[in-house]
């Protein structure tokens, strides 16, 4: 199958639709699948395009919220290319500018289209409402519009990765057409311990300089309002044993503000912030700690806790459905609802060895089921529901011709027979 994904981000740059995406395209080829990604550039006025590893990025300009670019424009040359792939499918991960594009060019070019809904918009409106009450309310009202307007009335197949996202459209938005649950795959075998080089898990345990009697939780992401690390630093205050440290792997535009935060409750000594951590050393982050945990409650599915359990960390969530596709609580992690909760865990899994080991065993148990093979084929499948939806689509407005054909020579058969009779009458 020719497949072409259509995603606003995409490596260098990071973020969950990034790594969800490439993850995509490295699983369809593993099948034999031949797969294009068309993207946002940094150039704003020339595109370019990798022809060994079948990458388009269009020009595109920065929109001054973290690194995301927006595609400027779509030259015919970049049309003309995608169009000389031949592609047997669109599956777009956006509803903004690379989404819009994949709509139109899936349109003229009469290609299936499918959609996977990545984002939970209506977590982000604060960024454009600045938290005004009813500005807030119109901005989700129209985050709710679009969203159904994508997924409803473009697309032949529609993607969620998980059961918060299904009930998000089920529940809250009413959408009634078919809806397939596919949870992100990563690849598990690149947090496994055995395959980590030893001199490198050193380095970097010696980088973070953590003591032997340390308990080190956790937290992989973006330092902004939304992953709630607030949450997690005010939680610090109600820890017991001193031994707890929080070690906050990433970036983002409130890192500084988490740094004083810490500052100003007087848990700097128990909390570290290492800024971004290049992805080929991720997993010797995770395995320098005993805990993953995270209070984010934006999150579709939350692919950091899948590479957690993958390197043999139990889990501790924040009550929310996004996790409940890969944490079951007292088998391979815990739920917590308030900064409390969260605190007392922390405390009982540092002291209850037994709990955490069985925890652990379980949590790279269950990772494995989201193996890149099974993300893949699950794909491959809602392409080909797409396609045949696409094709009874196609076929309908010749079934109507064939009906409208029939129906008027039965009218005509019908005169034909009334005009005989007349005229057999007058006779």
């Given amino acids: 199958m020719r497949i072409g994904l259509f995603t606003d981000s995409y490596p260098p740059y990071i973020n969950g639709v990034s790594t969800s995406v490439e993850t995509l395209k490295k699983s369809l080829e593993d099948l034999g699948h031949i797969v294009y990604v068309v993207t946002v550039g940094q150039d704003a006025t020339n595109y370019d395009y990798d022809e060994k590893n079948r990458i388009l990025k269009v020009p595109g300009i920065p929109l001054g919220i973290y690194d995301y670019r ?20 669109i599956h777009s991960h956006t509803e903004l500018c690379m989404g819009i594009f994949a709509r139109l060019f899936a349109k003229q070019f009469g290609i299936p289209l499918v959609h996977t809904y990545h984002t939970m918009y209506k977590d982000y409106t604060y960024y454009v409402s600045r938290n005004h009450k009813y500005f807030d309310l119109g901005c989700k009202k129209a985050v709710e519009y679009l969203s159904k307007f994508y997924c409803d009335k473009t697309a032949n197949a529609f993607i969620v990765p998980t059961i918060k996202t299904y009930h998000l459209f089920r529940n809250e938005y009413d959408y009634d057409k078919d809806i397939y649950i596919v949870p992100t795959g990563i690849d598990c075998t690149r947090f496994y ?6 001199d490198k898990l050193l380095d970097v345990k010696k980088k973070l300089n953590y003591k032997k009697n340390d308990f080190v939780v956790i937290f992989v992401g973006r330092m902004a309002e939304e992953k709630n690390i607030e949450f997690l630093l005010r939680s610090m205050l109600h820890v017991k044993n ?12 409130d890192k500084e503000k988490y740094e004083q935060l810490a500052q100003d409750l007087n848990v700097e000594k128990s909390v570290k912030f290492t800024g971004v951590v290049p992805w080929d050393e991720m997993p010797y982050y995770y395995h320098n700690a005993n805990v993953a945990v995270t209070a984010s409650k934006t999150e579709t599915q939350g692919l950091t806790v899948i590479e957690a359990m993958a390197s043999n960390l139990p889990a501790v969530c924040i009550e929310d459905e996004a996790f409940h596709t890969m944490v079951v609580d007292g088998m391979n992690g815990k739920f917590f609802e308030t900064e409390e909760e969260c605190a007392k865990l922390l405390d009982k899994l540092k002291e209850d060895k037994k709990q955490l080991n069985n925890l652990s065993n379980k949590s790279k148990m269950v990772a494995k089921k989201f ?19 696409f ?21 005509s058969k019908k005169n034909k027979e009334v005009d005989e009779d007349v005229s057999s009458t007058k006779q």
């Fill in 371 to 389: 193996s890149l093979e099974e993300f893949a084929t699950s794909v491959l499948d809602v392409y080909n529901a797409a396609i045949d939806n």
């Fill in 70 to 89: 927006a595609a400027s424009i779509y030259p015919l040359r970049v049309v003309n290319k995608i169009k000389s792939w031949k592609l047997d499918v």
């Fill in 242 to 253: 001193k031994n707890i440290k929080l070690l906050l792997v990433g970036d983002g535009p």
């Fill in 193 to 198: 311990e055995e395959n980590l080089d030893k």
């Fill in 391 to 411: 094709n009874n689509k196609k076929d309908i407005p010749s079934i109507i011709k064939r009906v409208v054909k029939k129906e008027k020579e039965k009218f």
